[in-house]
């Protein structure tokens, strides 16, 4: 049976006496040379969404070291970003690239335990890498993993036009076989976890440009630091994430032409007024 997901979130409640560590520290790694936009990205939708304290840690030697639009981010590389023993939850994938590098970086991540959201080229290199891949099987933490058809039929290996054809039982496949929470990318996103799945109906065409993946992975990420469990961080993150582009192409905001920033920016204010607070 199908669920679809419609209104069926949930939002992290604040007390009036909290501080920034109660809302959960994300680290976003990955931006290899000429992919830094992916990183900043992610790591602007974390904070937009709620989490105390973001991280962003690039691969590439080029990397800024302060961003001047949000200067509330924190920069680490990739080495001293492996120290933080506060860490509620890592992005991992974002502009990575498949270096070596990053295949070392990526072994690293699946060995602590701690929640991770697995994006991009980290898929692609879990795919192609039996090591890797079961790393990944045996985590003890959980896991996210959000791939588009084309990533999704990497980790299946098989076709995008399959993936397409199957979409529900291709996101069941992909969490069955890497014990995840898997998050099929597209119209009508499905996430799928321990053989359930539902359906999600919230965005449109607007969010079909560069970065709009990065900004999922920045929401579902904070979400989880900010303590809610994998799966209603997921399905929350997606429908909140469709919700924001739907809410501005009503005001007339795309879909030609929406960008990925204008998403994470409305993503903020709906968490903000949501029914669900």
């Known amino acids: 049976m199908s669920i679809i997901l419609e209104n069926n979130i949930t939002i992290p409640l604040r007390k009036e006496n909290a501080h920034k560590g109660d809302?959960?520290?994300?680290?976003?790694?990955?931006?290899?040379?000429?992919?830094l936009g992916a990183v900043l990205l992610a790591a602007r939708a974390a904070l937009l969404s709620g989490a105390g304290r973001v991280y962003a840690s690039f691969l590439s030697e080029d990397a800024p070291t302060l961003d001047l639009i949000h200067p509330e981010i924190m920069f680490r590389d990739t080495e001293a970003v492996k120290l933080l023993s506060h860490l509620s939850s890592v992005i991992i994938g974002p502009g990575f690239g498949t270096s070596s590098q990053a295949s070392s970086l990526l072994s690293f991540w699946l060995n602590q335990?701690?929640?991770?959201i697995i994006d991009a080229d980290a898929?692609?290199?879990?795919?192609?890498?039996?090591?890797?891949?079961?790393?990944?099987?045996?985590?003890?933490?959980?896991?996210i993993v959000t791939p588009h058809p084309g990533e999704a039929a990497r980790l299946l290996q098989t076709t995008g036009r399959e993936i397409e054809r199957n979409r529900i039982e291709s996101a069941l496949k992909i969490s069955e076989k890497y014990h995840v929470v898997s998050v099929l990318k597209g119209h009508e996103t499905i996430i799928a976890h321990q053989g359930r799945h539902l359906i999600n109906k919230t965005g449109n065409a607007g969010l079909a440009s560069g970065g709009t993946g990065d900004v999922l992975s920045g929401i579902i990420g904070s979400l989880v630091a900010q303590?809610?469990?994998?799966?209603?961080?997921?399905?929350?993150?997606?429908?909140i994430h469709g919700a924001a582009a739907d809410s501005l192409v009503a005001e007339?905001?795309?879909?030609?032409?929406?960008?990925?920033?204008?998403?994470?920016?409305?993503?903020?204010?709906?968490l903000n007024t949501s029914p669900h607070r």
């Open 23 to 35: 809302h959960g520290s994300v680290a976003i790694v990955g931006g290899a040379k000429g992919m």
């Open 113 to 116: 335990e701690i929640s991770l």
């Open 123 to 143: 898929l692609n290199l879990i795919a192609c890498d039996e090591t890797l891949t079961n790393l990944l099987i045996h985590r003890k933490a959980s896991s």
């Open 227 to 239: 303590g809610l469990d994998t799966f209603n961080a997921t399905r929350t993150g997606v429908y």
């Open 252 to 270: 007339g905001i795309g879909p030609i032409g929406l960008t990925a920033s204008e998403v994470a920016i409305k993503v903020r204010q709906l």
